[in-house]
């Protein structure tokens, strides 16, 4: 299997610049996790999704952050318009059911870095 | 929202038995717990599972006691590759915010 595919791996842009994240989750799972990673908050769940459904966006930090999933084996997180601030690690995960009792699957990232 | 407390960081050599212990003391009646290891520039991996009692599997041990308000990991004989940030998680619901908390960076050395 090929596991949780993200891309970009890096992206630097500017302030104020539309930002797009994507994630290909694993064949067959039914959940997907946006989660953002700094040095200050650690590892916080953004949003989730259970068959493409959003379930929970209570992690989102504003209006400018927005996520789609517009089928099973493919998400978005979109940034716009983008700050300072976002810079940190994005990671998606994804999961075969549940949110407790099954383990989650992660991508290697995207690497976010706004000038 | 069951919120974990973890060490913030262990040193170990090589070839030690390292135990890492989580706690949760608000943990639900339906929360499994769960461990993740993190090298840098990688998400988080995943290590064991568990609801009450021990697990075991090929790299790790999973102690959780009667009241599951805590749980220990357990990596046997580690080597340095074991060097990594390791997240105790414990499930809040499914309406609820996951919290991997701070999680504990293991130093491993020779």
């Known amino acids: 299997d090929a596991g949780v595919i993200q891309s970009p791996r890096h992206e630097v842009t500017e302030m104020g610049q539309e930002v797009t994240l994507r994630c290909k989750p694993i064949?067959?799972?039914?959940?997907l996790f946006w989660y953002r990673q700094t040095m200050m908050r650690g590892l916080e769940l953004l949003i989730y999704?259970?068959?493409?459904?959003?379930?929970?966006d209570s992690g989102m930090p504003e209006d400018r952050f927005s996520a789609k999933m517009p089928n099973a084996s493919f998400s978005t997180l979109k940034i716009q318009p983008s700050e300072p601030r976002d810079s940190a690690v994005y990671f998606c995960?994804?999961?075969?059911?549940?949110?407790?009792?099954?383990?989650?699957?992660f991508g290697d990232g995207t690497r976010l870095s706004i000038l | 929202l069951a919120k974990t407390t973890q060490p913030i960081s262990m040193d170990s050599y090589e070839g030690q038995e390292v135990n890492i212990t989580c706690s949760h003391n608000?943990?639900?009646?339906?929360?499994?717990i769960t461990w993740y290891q993190q090298f840098p520039s990688q998400g988080p991996r995943f290590i064991i599972q568990?609801?009450?009692t021990k697990v075991t599997n090929e790299v790790a041990s999973l102690f959780i006691p009667a009241d599951r308000k805590s749980s220990t990991l357990s990596l046997p004989r580690v080597s340095l590759s074991d060097t990594a940030v390791y997240y105790c998680l414990v499930g809040a619901g499914t309406a609820s915010k996951l919290t991997f908390g701070t999680g504990t960076r293991l130093q491993v050395t020779l």
């Open positions: 064949s067959g799972h039914d959940y």
């Open positions: 568990g609801y009450k």
């Open positions: 995960a994804s999961s075969i059911s549940g949110i407790s009792n099954q383990p989650q699957h």
């Open positions: 608000n943990i639900a009646t339906n929360d499994y």
């Open positions: 999704f259970n068959n493409n459904v959003p379930i929970d």
